[in-house]
Structures are given as structure tokens and as C-alpha cells.
């Protein structure tokens, strides 16, 4: 099991396109690979708060969000506890009332939430879901390395997602700082100042006309070489 898991997860990160899509090929293989589940989503607190990134295919709708707004329920306990949830049959579940009645009426009967190690983030969870009583009982085992496998993969696409975006926030100050380079030359040639009183004059127009340096640098760089501006970001 561990060997298949391994290599389905693996070729999924191949694939991927970035978390999301990756997100959503690891819950409909887990519905695959964890005997018992008929639907599984990922949890994830962001921006301070648990969302749903992905659902396997058939994962009734609202079942994920009912719990965060309750602030109960075995997934939100997963991923805020770090112990996993197991509740064999919910109609027997004396734990998250308001959650359970709402389950039921989705035909989800058994519910296992694992929680995940994802860095960066303070709460996440893999959740599965079983249309009969008990149906994820012998599953914990399959579940439980999956959710490892799943963990892995996640916490590797999070840090390419980390370095693309460090990545372009250089790109971003490098142009910057280009652009504004450029505009103190372009006044100290037409003022015959120095560079330090041309950047305190570009520094006062941006203040008073309440546009950020960076596009008042753009706006004066494109009039001076007759082109249009590059636009504001």
C-alpha cells in the first residue's frame, strides 16, 4: 500500500499545476486508495481561518463549510487538535450536534479526519467520508499513510508556491528600483541636480499627488522616451 500510495502521489505532484489542482487529484485518489471512503476533502486554515481547497468528486455540497461556521466538527477538530476524529456512525454521535443533523441529511454516515503537518499553516485536515455505519472502520491504517503521503506532497508544492511568489516579489523591486534609477537620471539631466535632491523632488510629487513613486517614475520615464506608460500595479 504504501509503495502505490507513494507513486500515485508522486505522479500527481508531477502533474500538477500548482496546489489547487494538485489538492483535488489527492482527494479523488484517496477515495481510490482508503477502502470505505465515497468522498474526502482537504482542510486548511488560511488568512486565519479553515477553508475546504479541494473535495473529491461526489463530496456533498456545504459539508465542510457547515462545520467552520458551527466553529465544531470532526474536521475542524483535526486540524485544530492535531488528534484524528473517527465517528463510526453519526446517527449514534453524541459530538457536534448541529454538524451531525446536517451530515445525516447529506447521507454521510461515518466521518475520519486526520490531521495534517503542513508548514506554515497552523491547522490542516484530510477528511473521508462513508455512506454506512462503520464503513471507514478498517480503513485508519490506509487512511493514516495516506495522509502522510498527502502531507509531503502538500508541504512540497506550498514551497514552490513560496519561492514563485518570493520570486516575483523580487522581479517587482527590481523593476522598481529600475524605473525610479532612471527617473532621478532623467532630472538631474533636465534640472542639473544631484541624484539625492532628484529623488527628495520625485519623493515630494509623489506625497502630493498621492501617486506612489514607482508610477510617478513610470509616467515621467514614458513621457521622456515618447512612449506610453507602462501602467500602474
Not at 77 to 102: I, K, M, N, P
Not at 170 to 199: C, F, K, N
Amino acid at each position: 500500500m504504501t509503495s502505490q500510495t507513494e507513486d500515485t502521489l508522486e505522479g500527481a505532484m508531477a502533474r500538477s499545476q500548482g496546489l489547487d489542482t494538485l489538492l483535488r487529484d489527492l482527494t479523488d485518489r484517496a477515495v481510490v486508495q482508503v477502502p470505505g471512503a465515497a468522498a474526502c476533502s482537504v482542510t486548511v486554515r488560511r488568512a486565519d481561518r479553515l477553508m475546504t481547497l479541494a473535495g473529491s468528486e461526489g463530496l456533498p455540497s456545504g459539508l465542510d463549510l457547515r462545520q467552520y461556521e458551527n466553529g465544531s466538527g470532526p474536521c475542524v477538530d483535526a486540524a485544530e487538535t492535531g488528534r484524528t476524529q473517527y465517528a463510526a456512525d453519526l446517527a449514534a454521535e453524541t459530538r457536534w450536534a448541529a454538524y451531525t443533523r446536517y451530515a445525516l441529511g447529506t447521507g454521510v454516515r461515518c466521518v475520519l479526519a486526520l490531521p495534517l503537518s503542513v508548514e506554515g499553516e497552523t491547522g490542516a485536515a484530510l477528511n473521508l467520508y462513508g455512506p454506512e455505519p462503520g464503513s471507514l472502520a478498517a480503513s485508519h491504517d490506509a487512511a493514516r499513510t495516506f495522509a502522510e503521503r498527502a502531507a509531503d506532497a502538500v508541504n512540497e508544492a506550498l514551497r514552490v508556491e513560496r519561492q514563485q511568489a518570493s520570486a516575483a516579489d523580487v522581479r517587482t523591486a527590481l523593476l522598481s528600483r529600475s524605473v525610479i534609477d532612471q527617473a532621478v537620471g532623467i532630472l538631474m539631466a533636465r534640472e542639473r541636480i544631484d541624484a539625492h535632491r532628484a529623488l527628495e523632488r520625485l519623493r515630494r510629487a509623489s506625497q502630493h499627488t498621492n501617486v506612489k513613486l514607482r508610477d510617478l517614475c513610470d509616467e515621467l520615464v514614458a513621457r521622456a522616451s515618447g512612449g506610453a506608460s507602462r501602467g500602474r500595479q
